[in-house]
């Protein structure tokens, strides 16, 4: 601590002459001092500074002194002292001891008397508790140079004075903190103040904001005329301390009516609570004091249940026992409807505007602002949604609170009030997106939110931001394809850096169609279970939504085929080319490159070898160039099957025509041959008719 | 390769003896053996193509909805698997039953090849579809067919070239890890064509053609039950087969190859059978037609 040191050094002469100087020690100064000054004498001379001959010998930094057990330097910094503000003084100015006498001088000399010149500060010093254990020669008591420096003093506005504000808790502190010989061994009746202080908001401000207006010691105890809290004359006497807290906070009143009422507080203070019976001294913070006597004077006419605005009729009720249990509980009516006005009887009747939830929520308001909520508000729509439409007005509760409508399982049935179908938000909307609301509860997280009851699970605002919604076309919305992979990889990490790195990303697709994001494949709101029947089934649909071509080949193939009959086990696309991470089969890290097809068809195929992998996924008989093979087996097949119908349907198209003849002509002979008897007629009819039979009996 | 006259066994299955008045004996066509393994092989012939016309045209509403009826892909492939080693059998059994009668019947393969019985096409099969052709067009008399005519014996080396073309190729995807350690992969994809399209085959001609010229047409419309009863009226053989009822009649083994008709109730459950069977066989065509003709994709 810079203080400290410098006060130690100060108080060291004083204390040396306190305890009183045998006779011996000046004379043996003395002779130093000559013995010195011969042997300098001509080297100091030539550059010695002609005005001041005090500096021929103090301006030696060998120059030192015994007191008594103790060696001090008596060097002065000519330099410093001509930059002090008494760098225009002649040494006698304030050593008056010295003048007209011979140099070098006597040994010791008198104190500088600061007084002379700074009459004021002697006096108040003179009354201070500090002045007068200097009075009582108590070694500890400060003198002027024990704050002040000796003979670089600089200005206080200069902040490299010892007694600049920021400097001022050290300079004090040097005796008054915790553990310093002033602390153990003087009454001091508070504890712990300097620790209390760099705590406190005055503190805080002054020494990690660097607010130099802050209050430091002196801005309460001042500066000279420190004095105990019991001495009618100090500060931070009871009736005083009103006025020296005013000095900074000016008009405090206003914001404590109902402690001061008016100016009483300063008038009659010995039947009002003080500054520091709320705002203890040295831990001066909000924390420390009771709000909500203020509130209690609105709440008297508020909590009526038939009390209305005079200029459209609604209601001005405050639910007092909403309020209570609100996140704002301990928040003043004052600080959201900021507009009163202490001074008049109803003090709400200056309030012209709605409260402004932004002057505490700042970041918040900005985000909302240029969301399309508050795009609609600022273009007075009626539809647009404020602050209170979502979070409530006086009871108003934190998203960790179960209660309340931002708390994440409420959040579906907070946007569903004007998103779900045929409500406002709805009607107006004329995207893609229907249901939304119905959707979302189906989805796996909505399931998981509202059945499971996981509220980290992504709701509404977790892909939509809560303040800062934007249409998914805006290139700032969370849901724009662009924002997508990052929106998802909040809580999907892993797999936002696997799709970091594949195919499907501009980087490494380096294509110009439009890449998928996470919703093109899991959809935005229906979004399923990955191992889910549904959800594999649907994702080669996907697929081939860009991938045409390549989709349809698949479903000549038996996994193909399979699938499309509604079955999942075998291999689908991303069984193959993996989901998050493809990448093209000549990427060493796809998992289709040479290095890993086998291991790839190994998951399901076990025994699959090089020329097992060999198979052809994707292949069609239509392409003769490509599957030579496959086009004309398929040609080949194809001509033997029509070869072979047209053969048979040759023969059964002149067969049946001729058989029906032929069964007409036997009918016909039967018909004939009735009256004969069954067994003769069957012979002599096939006898007849069947001239076929004759050949081949011949 | 040879169907020869269940001569002696259809005597000791009914003794022609014991006719019973009023009775017309009937001529046994098929032994007892090859009724059976015809009436397995409609049963394994039709869950294959079910099971395997189901994957075959997937793309259809049908096939979804029988995918289902059938227990799910896995338990279509385990019938269709089931059924394909059932017909394996059949046909192992069918060639073990030649070697057989080859020792009983013929003695030498020369006789039974080369009989008058057998299988295998011979000259006289030209001239008969040659004599076929003429009469289609009203050019000559019906050829005097003998045992077997010409479109028998085509649909018996049919189920041959089946077996072996479907059956070889149907293995190769029953065990493509196996495989593909000989054969190069693509060739399962070759495999899958010929596969699928030899079946589509077997199945659109055995539903059509071989249906009409078994059941459909005029003289044994609406169906011939013969290959389950194994009998037939000796009308009937005069009239569709003269060169060999001559035979029999000359040689006069007529006598013992007769043998009396089943009960009602055995045919008419051989019936209902043969009904179904027609039935299926008849859905899975219309249902072909439709996937190929207006589903296709």
Known sequence: MEGNHTADQRQSPQRKRKAGAPGWLPRADGIALLCLAGMLLFAARARADEDNPCIVCHGEKSLTAKRGNRTVSLYVDAKKFSGSVHGSLSCTGCHADLEGKELPHEVPLARVECGRCHETEEQDVAVSLHGKAAARGDRLAPRCSSCHGAHDIIPVANPKSSVAPLKVPFVCGSCHKEGAPVARQREIHASNILENYSESMHGEGLLKKGLVVTATCASCHTAHKILPHTDGRSSIARKN??????????????????????????????VLPACVDCHQPHKARKVFYDQ??????????????????????????????????????????SQCHSQVNASRRRPCETI??????????????????????????????????????????????????????????????????????????????????????????????????LKSGLTVTATCTDCHTAHRELPMADPGSSVNPANVPATCGRCHLGIEDQFKRSIHVTQIGKTDKPLPVCNDCHTAHTIKRADTEGFKLQIMSQCGRCHEKIAETYFDTYHGKVSQLGYTKTAKCYDCHGAHDILPVTDARSHLSRENVVQTCQKCHEGATRRFAGYLTHATHHDPEKYPFLFWTFWGMTGLLVGTFVLGGVHTALWLPRALKTRRDQARLRDKKEPSSNDNGRDESNGESGAGDEPGKS | MVETNPTGKAAQETSPAKVEPGTELQFVRFSR?????????????LSLALTGMTLKFSYTGWAYMLSRLLGGYEMAG?????????????????????????????????????????????????????????????????????????????????????????????LTLW??????????????????????????????????????????????FPMDIVVFTGRMSVEDLKEDKPAEYEQLVRSGKLEQN???????????????????????????????IYAMVFAYK
């Not at chain 1, 006597?293 to 008297?300: F, K, S, T, Y």
């Not at chain 2, 069977?277 to 899975?284: H, R, V, Y």
């Open chain 2, 78 to 170: 385990f019938v269709h698997r089931v059924g394909a080693v059932f017909m394996m059998g059949i046909f192992i059994v069918h060639l073990g039953d030649l070697v057989r009668r080859k020792r009983r019947e013929y003695g030498t393969w020369r006789a039974l090849l080369l009989g008058p019985d057998s299988m295998l096409p011979s000259k006289r099969d030209i001239s008969d579809f040659v004599g076929n052709m003429k009469w289609f067009i009203g050019r000559g008399p019906r050829p005097a067919y003998g045992r077997w005519t010409y479109w028998e014996k085509f649909d018996y080396f049919a189920v041959f070239w089946g077996i072996f073309v479907i059956g070889s190729t149907g």
């Open chain 2, 33 to 45: 053996l090859n009724r059976a393994l015809h009436a397995m092989m409609i049963v394994s012939f």
């Open chain 1, 241 to 270: 301390i009103a006025s020296t807290c005013t000095r900074c906070h000016a008009e405090i009143e206003a914001v404590h009516r109902k402690v001061i009422k008016g100016q009483l507080w300063e008038k009659e203070a010995n």
């Open chain 2, 258 to 288: 007769l043998a009396e008709p089943y009960q009602p109730i055995v045919v008419r459950s051989i019936r209902a059978f043969a009904w179904a069977a027609l039935g299926m066989g008849f859905s899975i065509v219309i249902w072909i």
């Open chain 1, 292 to 333: 909500g006597m203020a509130d209690n004077d609105c709440l008297g006419c508020h909590t009526r249940s038939d009390i209305r605005s005079s200029t459209d009729g609604r209601s001005l009720s405050v639910n007092a026992e909403e309020l209570k249990t609100s996140r704002h509980a301990k928040t003043a009516c």
């Open chain 1, 352 to 449: 012209t505007q709605k409260v402004d939830c932004a002057s505490c929520h700042a970041d918040q308001g900005q985000q909302y602002l240029k969301s399309v909520h508050g795009q609609l508000f600022a273009k007075k729509d009626s539809n647009a949604p404020t602050c209170d439409e979502c979070h409530g007005t006086h009871g108003v509760r934190g998203r960790k609170d179960s209660q309340s409508p931002s708390f994440p399982t409420n959040i579906p049935n907070l946007c569903a009030r004007c998103h779900r179908e045929g409500m406002k938000a709805a009607v107006r909307y004329a995207g893609t997106q229907r249901e939304i609301i119905e959707h979302y509860s189906e989805s796996i997280h909505g399931k998981g939110l």
């Open chain 2, 175 to 220: 065990f493509p890890e196996f495989f593909t350690r000989f054969i190069p992969g693509w060739f399962l994809n070759v495999a899958t064509i010929i596969h699928s399209d030899e079946a589509l085959l077997a199945v659109g001609f055995i539903f059509t053609v071989h249906f009409f010229n078994t059941h459909l047409r005029p003289e044994k």
